[in-house]
C-alpha cells in the first residue's frame, strides 16, 4: 500500500514539474518610432495576449520598452510577440540581442504594422517575410481562404470567411520562398486596392536562423467579435513556442 502511495505521488510530483516546464512564456512588446503612425490598437492586441495566455496557461509579460532587448531578459521568453509595432524601434545592440534570442531557438509573432517595422534592418525583413509595402481604403471587408490546415500554427482554426480588416500589400510575397508556409490568404476580387497580383498571403510561418517566426496582417483592431483572431494568435505563438 505504501509502495502504492509513493508510486501515485511521485507520478504527480513529475506530471506537475512537467507542467510547470512547459508553461509558454511570452513578451508582449508594442513600440512605435516618434513622429509616425501610431495604431491605437496596439493596446487591444496585447489584452487579447494576456486573456489568452490566462486561458492557455501562459506567463505573459508586457513592456512598450525597446530597453527590454538585452540577451538577459530575452532568454526568459519562448515567444517575443510584435505588437503592431510601426518604424525604426531598436538600435543596434538591440537588433544583436534580438538576433542572439532567435538564433538560440526564440520564437517570433508579429501582428499587422510589425510588417512595417524595421525596414533597414535586412535581417528582419528575411524574417518577418515580407514588409508593408502600401495598404487600400481601410476597414474593408474580404473573404479569407484558410490555406496548410494540418500545419501546426493553424491547429486551433476551422472555418474562414469575411472580415473586415486594413489589407496590407506587400513588397514580396512569401508563397515559394524556400522554407514559408502560407496559412491564410485573401481574395483580391472581394476588396478593392490588393495589388499582389491576384495571389495574396496574410498569415504566413517559418523556421528561421534557428528559431521560428509567425505572422499575421490581421490586427488593425482587435475587435471582439473577430471571428478566428484568437483562434489564429494561440496557433501561432504555441507553434513559435516550439509545442
Partial sequence: MLKILITILLS?????GAQAQEQ??????SQVEPGIYHHLSNLDGIALIERLGKMRGWHVDVTHDRGSFNEKRLSGYDVVAF??????????????????????????????SAADTEHTWPWYGDMIGGYFKSHPEVNQIAMTTLENPDHPANKQMSETGAVLEE???????????????????????????????????ITWAHEFDGGRAFYTGLGHTFPADHPFLSEQLIGGIEWAAGR
Fill in 167 to 201: 489589407w496590407y500589400n506587400y513588397t514580396t510575397n512569401v508563397r515559394g520562398r524556400d522554407g514559408f508556409t502560407v496559412l491564410l490568404s485573401i481574395d483580391e476580387n472581394t476588396y478593392d486596392g490588393g495589388d499582389m497580383g491576384g495571389d495574396h498571403p
Fill in 12 to 16: 504527480f510530483c513529475c506530471l506537475c
Fill in 83 to 112: 505588437v503592431n509595432t510601426t518604424g525604426d524601434i531598436l538600435n543596434d545592440a538591440q537588433q544583436a540581442a534580438f538576433e542572439a534570442y532567435i538564433r538560440a531557438g526564440g520564437g517570433y509573432v508579429g501582428t499587422h
Fill in 24 to 29: 509558454i512564456r511570452v513578451l508582449a512588446f
